[in-house]
């Protein structure tokens, strides 16, 4: 089993940046891809990006390249999420998620964390 939790969420600018951590416990962690998926009010749930479980491949959904960064430690059971040139519609809650998975479906991701809320003032 694995519990994540997400920190750093908050208020931002546009053009702003911010970074959230994922805080990951269970043995099994540094054996799953990760990532982040978010979702604003009133829309469906979207990927964001995902990293292999060695930290060696990255993928991202095409709105947030050249501007997002994931990253993982897995002696630190982390993984973060580096967003730069923030938009409004960035605006929305952002989920870490780990998983056997490699796709932008969410039911690729067995493990969630609760949210942690992010918004992109204009």
């Known amino acids: 089993q694995v519990q994540l939790v997400e920190s750093g969420g908050g208020l931002v600018q546009a053009g702003g940046s911010l970074r959230l951590s994922c805080a990951a416990s269970?043995?099994?962690?540094?054996?799953?891809?990760a990532g982040w998926f978010r979702q604003a009010p009133g829309k469906e749930r979207e990927f964001v990006g995902v990293?292999?479980?060695?930290?060696?491949?990255?993928y991202y959904t095409d709105s947030v390249k050249g501007r997002f960064t994931i990253s993982r430690d897995n002696a630190m059971n982390t993984v973060v999420l580096q967003m730069n040139s923030l938009k409004p519609e960035d605006t929305a809650v952002y989920y870490c998620?780990?998983?056997?998975?490699?796709?932008?479906?969410?039911?690729?991701?067995?493990?969630w964390g609760q949210g942690t809320q992010v918004t992109v003032s204009s």
């Open positions: 269970g043995r099994t962690f540094s054996g799953l891809n």
């Open positions: 998620v780990a998983g056997t998975g490699w796709t932008t479906d969410s039911y690729d991701y067995q493990y």
């Open positions: 990293i292999s479980w060695n930290g060696g491949i990255t």
